[in-house]
């Protein structure tokens, strides 16, 4: 089992760690249920699975406040694709909402990706739901993720489509990358690919909430075969742009996907 690493963040009161001890993987647990508003049994996380992925190749880190307190939490594992490559797998992360837009979600991506080096993983993938626009900005933007691919119904049951996105561990570099200028695009272009100088621009709404259920039903079919249909040729998404109030965009440019 690695032996654990700090990672902290002075300037705003907090630090990552990984998670050692039985009562830390419990409130890690209760974390994580409260964040997600997770009720139902079958979506709960115990101390006894997180000790193991702690101790065989996955990560399980938290972010604790001066006092101690847990503020935030993330786990993984490892994982392999069909042609043979290893990668961390971080299957969510969880942060305290008095802590939210505080670094505190960067601050526990980078502890996984020191826990997934030291198992000699060299990159990083998860998921996130498409129609979330400040997701996208933080993992394709900030972190400087790219998106690989699109699973439709990811955990087999309706409206978990999701993209899957890969994060290089080896390049640490601070990122880069320019914010992407997207074109003028609106609401009739939502789900839609719109082709510009050989890169593809994907619009989606910025707040899908307030989309009626057939409307965003309409709106995931559409992305699912406009994403569907880019990643198939090989594109990968590079960045994410609010263009106003009401549409954001995806940038797909052309790239052999590592998928």
């Known amino acids: 089992m690695p032996h654990p690493s700090v990672a902290a963040d002075a300037g705003v009161g907090f630090g990552c760690r990984e998670l050692t ?8 647990s209760a974390l994580y249920a409260r964040v997600f508003a997770y009720t139902e049994s079958e979506y709960a996380l115990n101390a006894n699975l997180l000790t193991a992925l702690a101790r065989n190749g996955g990560s399980a880190v938290g972010a604790f406040a001066e006092d ?5 939490f993330a786990y ?12 961390h797998y971080s299957q969510a992360a969880a942060v305290d909402a008095s802590y939210q837009g505080r670094g505190v979600g960067r601050a526990l991506k980078q502890a996984q990706r020191s826990v997934a080096l030291r ?4 990159s990083m993938r998860w998921t996130f739901d498409p129609l979330l626009v ?19 119904d990811y955990y087999v049951r309706p409206d978990t489509d999701r993209l899957v996105v890969a994060w290089d561990l080896i390049d640490d570099r601070p990122v880069h990358r320019p914010g992407p200028t997207a074109p003028a695009l609106g609401r009739e272009d939502w789900g839609r690919a719109v ?3 050989g890169e593809a621009w994907i ?11 057939g409307e965003r039903a309409v709106l995931r079919q559409r992305l699912d075969g406009t994403l569907t249909d ?6 990968v998404l590079t960045g994410a742009a609010r263009i106003d109030d009401q549409t954001a965009a995806y940038r797909a440019t052309p790239g052999e996907s590592t998928r």
């Not at 993984?76 to 043979?84: I, P, Q, S, T």
């Not at 400040?134 to 439709?152: K, S, Y």
């Open 21 to 28: 001890q039985y009562t830390e993987f419990r409130e890690a």
């Open 68 to 72: 101690g307190t847990l503020i935030g």
């Open 76 to 87: 993984g594992f490892a994982g392999w694709e069909g042609r043979g490559e290893v990668f």
């Open 119 to 122: 198992w000699g993983q060299r």
């Open 134 to 152: 400040r997701n996208a900005h933080f993992n394709l933007n900030a972190l400087g993720a790219v998106g690989i691919a699109f699973e439709r």
């Open 195 to 197: 082709d510009v100088e």
């Open 203 to 213: 619009a989606v709404p910025t707040r899908p909430d307030g989309l009626g259920s």
């Open 230 to 235: 880019v990643f198939r040729r090989g594109g």
